[in-house]
């Protein structure tokens, strides 16, 4: 595999982000579905070509596998991924809310790869190891949940997060959007959230590239458009 120096993001709504490399390697995160009892998006996933697919926890608005080739491989267990040009370290911990009081289990995942690094906080609960901490602190992009229900997250949980971990982007992710979301979909928007934000505010369409040298000094939170 090549040395990647840049990367393309595409947003397919919720949790699910396909991270393109310029090194022709790509990795899908967190697919989403509907269930039988479970009706929250009226635009499916398509099909997704990609290298490797990671799953965070197995819940159905993230672990739609069946939209894989055949020749994709799926990471959904903690542990440590390195090739010459890229590592993944999944830690895994447990989800936020009620399913968390049932330690039901999130892996954390943190991409480094073209000089820059992911973290993909799945659906995970605020207080985690101070180790797990210490190994996804100042990341280049955090794509964290939020929505106006609180559902996963308080904004207070969220404060706090981005000061211990000090992202240079924050994502917002896991919240109702008009495009992809069913009027079943039990969350809200995240106006209210980030109205309470004082970080600068990016609006983006839902294909973008970046590379080390687009990523912002301070915290910035970055809205994609889906």
Not at 54 to 74: G, K, M, N, P, Q
Not at 105 to 121: G, R
Not at 164 to 172: L, S
Not at 187 to 205: F, H
Request: proline share 6%; glycine share 4%.
């Amino acid at each position: 595999m090549d040395t990647p120096t840049e990367v393309q993001i595409h947003y397919y709504g919720h949790s699910c982000f396909l991270l393109s490399f310029d090194s022709n390697f790509s990795i899908l995160i967190d697919p989403y579905r509907n269930q039988e009892d479970r009706l929250w998006f009226k635009k499916l996933m398509p099909e997704v070509n990609c290298d490797l697919c990671l799953i965070t926890h197995a819940h159905f608005d993230h672990d739609e596998i069946h939209v894989l080739e055949e020749t994709s491989s799926i990471l959904r267990v903690p542990g440590t991924f390195i090739t010459n040009s890229m590592e993944i370290h999944g830690f895994q911990d447990i989800h936020a809310g009620r399913s968390g009081k049932l330690n039901f289990p999130n892996t954390i995942f943190k991409i480094e790869a073209a000089n820059m690094s992911f973290v993909h906080w799945g659906d995970n609960r605020p207080n985690i190891a101070g180790s797990i901490h210490e190994s996804i602190k100042e990341p280049d992009i955090l794509f964290l949940p939020s929505d106006d229900t609180r559902h996963l997250l308080s904004f207070d949980e969220i404060e706090e997060l981005i000061r211990i971990i000090r992202p240079k982007v924050v994502i917002p992710m896991h919240y109702f959007i008009d495009k992809i979301s069913h009027k079943e979909n039990s969350l809200l928007g995240i106006n209210e959230w980030l109205n309470s934000r004082p970080e600068p505010k990016k609006y983006i369409t839902n294909d973008f590239i970046i590379n080390a040298t687009t990523i912002p000094g301070e915290t910035e939170i970055w809205v994609i458009d889906c």
